[in-house]
Structures are given as C-alpha cells and as structure tokens.
C-alpha cells in the first residue's frame, strides 16, 4: 500500500504543473497538510493560507523528488507554531516541526534514507538567510553539503515569490546575487 502511495505522489509532484488541481488526492495520501488548508497567515508577509502558499512553492520549483518534497513539506509545521499577537501571526520553530512531520510521512511512505535526508536538510534551512559572500556560501555549504546548496537556493526563491509583493520586492534582489553568487563561485564544482 504505502508503495502505491508513494508512486501516486510522485507522479503527483512531477507532473502536474499546478499542484492544486490534485488537491483532493494529495490531501488523502497526506491527510497531514489538512490543518494547512485553513491556517491563515495574517502578516504583512504573506498574502495566502498556508496550503496556498505551498501549492505556489511547489509549482514554482523544477521537476526534482527531492526539491518538490521539500516545497511540499516546507511550512507544514506553521499551524503548530502558530501565535497570534495585535492581530498579526508569527510561526517560531517551524521548520522544526516541518522537518519531524515531513520525515515521518516520507517514512510512512516508503521512501529512501537519502530522499529523506535531503528533504529534511532543505527544509530545516529554507529560512536561513544567505548573502551574496564567501562566508555565507562556506557556512550553508558545511551544514548541507554543496549539492544541495542549489537546490536550497532554487527553494527559497520559489518560497519567496509565494510571499506578498512587498516582502518580494526587499528580499529579490538579495536572492538573485546570492544564486549568482553561488553560481559563479561553486558553480562549476557541481
């Protein structure tokens, strides 16, 4: 059974271009992302619910298991460390919780040590902010590894374009130079 399932999800992620429309057929191989549908993010930040927000992460992504895992399982954690203050929402420690859930389900599911791995190093490290530098690029590098410096990268620009035009806006530029940054630097290592 869990096989089926997790062939049916990947078939899921990597074909269809708006994952949205396989809403009703995600949420019952992971009944998990359920509580996502609902949970409003009222900050100036966002614009969408969480499960929105994810839906545009994903589909803002490459076709890759891993990568598209990691959008799918990103934020999964916010409506457990959702606290609302003056009417404005914050979600401390998400991605601890997005990486327990997220590795619990792709264990249910059947999947490999090293898709499992992956998943969670990107996730953990979707919010951590990288500069265009050789510091940054040397501190991400020796917490992830090179090969998935990339990958995390390609995660936070999706992440980012899921956010409100304003948060878009002041972080875009940043995001840009840091890729090229990378890309220049490591780039051909990869």
């Known amino acids: ?3 089926s399932l997790r062939e049916r ?6 074909t269809n271009e708006n ?11 992971i009944p998990e992302l359920i509580v996502c549908k609902d949970c409003e993010q009222h900050m100036p930040a966002h614009r969408l619910p969480v499960l929105l927000h994810t839906y545009e992460v994903v589909d803002g992504v490459r076709k890759d298991l891993a990568l598209k895992l990691a959008a799918l399982f990103h934020d999964i954690g916010k409506p457990y460390t959702k606290v609302t203050r003056d009417g404005v929402d914050s979600f401390k420690g998400h991605e601890e919780i997005s990486v327990i859930l997220g590795d619990f389900i792709l ?3 059947g999947f490999d040590d090293t898709i499992r791995r992956e998943v969670g190093m990107l996730v953990k490290y979707h919010d951590t ?9 040397d501190d991400i590098t020796e917490k992830i590894g090179i090969d ?8 936070q620009l999706s992440d980012l374009l899921a956010h409100s035009e304003q948060k878009v806006k002041a972080l875009l530029p940043q995001r840009e130079d840091t ?8 780039g051909s290592k990869l």
């Open 148 to 155: 998935l410096v990339l990958p995390l990268l390609e995660l």
């Open 9 to 14: 999800l990947e078939t899921i992620l990597l």
């Open 129 to 137: 902010e990288l500069f265009p530098g050789q510091e940054s690029m």
């Open 179 to 186: 890729l090229k940054y990378f890309l220049r630097s490591v």
């Open 19 to 29: 994952i949205a429309s396989a809403e009703e057929e995600l949420l019952s191989i």
């Open 1 to 3: 059974m869990e096989n």
């Open 107 to 109: 264990q249910r599911l």
